[in-house]
């Protein structure tokens, strides 16, 4: 059982928001024939396969570095999980967003934006709190 007491509120909205579609599928990429839709979501919606499922979702990114993670429950779902570590060690230094008020999971998601979307930080930061996603 997860213990809301003395929990911070932005940790409380994370756990509990709902998922966000960043990017609806679109048919043609560069890198692939169909891409699927971009979505950002809480742990409470990790955990709810049926309603992964009922978004055609078959792969979860997870950057929840706890022993709570759903990701074993998600594989045994049938989903692929793929885990990204970011811990507070790492070399990568998330700090500036963080502090910004952009979680781990936005700013995964904006770094993809970047990358793959040949978005401006800017843009791709707009574009995942015009949706909710950045808690």
Not at 51 to 61: A, D, E, K, P, Y
Not at 95 to 124: C, E, F, K, N, W
Request: one cysteine or more.
């Amino acid at each position: 059982m997860i213990r809301f007491d003395n929990m911070p509120p932005e940790v409380m909205q994370a756990m509990c928001t709902p998922m966000h579609q960043i990017l609806p599928p679109s048919s043609s990429n560069s890198h692939h024939s169909h891409i699927g839709a971009l979505y950002i979501g809480s742990l409470a919606a990790a955990q709810d396969a049926p309603l992964l499922r009922s978004q055609g979702l078959s792969h979860i990114v997870s950057v929840l570095d706890s022993p709570w993670s759903p990701a074993s429950h998600l594989e045994r779902e049938g989903f692929s999980v793929y885990k990204i570590e970011v811990g507070d060690d790492v070399s990568i230094d998330l700090r500036p967003y963080l502090q910004a008020g952009v979680s781990r999971s936005s700013s995964i998601v904006i770094a993809y934006l970047i990358a793959y979307h040949a978005m401006s930080y800017d843009t791709a930061l707009a574009l995942v709190q015009r949706v909710g996603g950045s808690r």
